[in-house]
């Protein structure tokens, strides 16, 4: 059966360090993979979705940045991180029926 | 483009009264809608989808095209039901399929 992990779970960073969260899935092939924010307050903003290797479509423009440098592993990063970008950040895949959702990284920028 | 919209933040009925959550999306293709449910300390889940017209946990959906909203249902709520829900709008891109979440609404259900 298919499954998403997506770590870490949780993660407290300094402003201005790196930020690398990652993602994989397993028993399916090419899928659709997603990452999304829930911000304190708000509800689920899509920031990027990937179709294949190396194709990432961005969303809003932000302080982050998408790669898929495989099939089934979807990795979010930044360079500097602010304060804004803490958050619930939520990993997903996709068939054409219904979209599936990891179990979420909480990060919180200091 | 397109958007989702869920007016209330929080619903908190009794246990045992009706409960409604509004939805409204905006798009102008043909929408394929969708309601996804958060419990606590558990990962988000489809809760059900407009296409199969079901009813899950008790809860039901009509999609209304004239009014372009898609608003969830229950008639008995349960303490149980307590939870955050999303409504999603699934559009179909040149890059990919794409889901659009409302802002959520938490329901708390009290005895």
């Known amino acids: 059966s298919q499954t998403i992990h997506q770590w870490p779970a949780t993660l407290v960073q300094p402003v201005g360090s790196p930020l690398s969260l990652e993602c994989t899935v397993e028993g399916t092939s090419n899928p659709n993979l997603y990452w999304y924010r829930q911000a304190a307050g708000r509800g689920l903003q899509l920031l990027f979705y990937?179709?294949?290797?190396?194709?990432i479509s961005s969303e809003v423009p932000q302080n982050l940045s998408a790669s898929r440098p495989q099939d089934r592993q979807f990795i979010l990063s930044s360079k500097k991180l602010l304060l804004s970008d803490s958050g619930f950040y939520l990993c997903a895949w996709s068939v054409p029926d219904t979209i599936y959702f990891g179990e979420g990284s909480w990060l919180t920028v200091v | 483009a397109q958007r989702v919209t869920q007016p209330e933040k929080l619903l908190s009925v009794f246990k045992g009264a009706p409960v409604e959550l509004k939805c409204n999306y905006s798009y102008s293709g043909s929408p394929e809608l969708f309601w996804y449910v958060q419990y606590s300390r558990q990962r988000l889940q489809l809760l059900l989808r407009h296409i199969s017209r079901e009813s899950i946990k008790g809860f039901t959906a009509d999609l209304n095209k004239g009014e372009t909203s898609f608003h969830l249902k229950k008639p008995f709520a349960q303490e149980e039901d307590s939870a955050m829900y999303y409504c999603?709008?699934?559009?179909?891109?040149?890059?990919?399929?794409?889901?659009?979440f409302g802002g959520g609404t938490r329901v708390l259900v009290k005895p």
């Open positions: 999603a709008l699934r559009t179909w891109e040149a890059a990919g399929n794409k889901l659009t």
């Open positions: 990937s179709v294949g290797i190396g194709q």
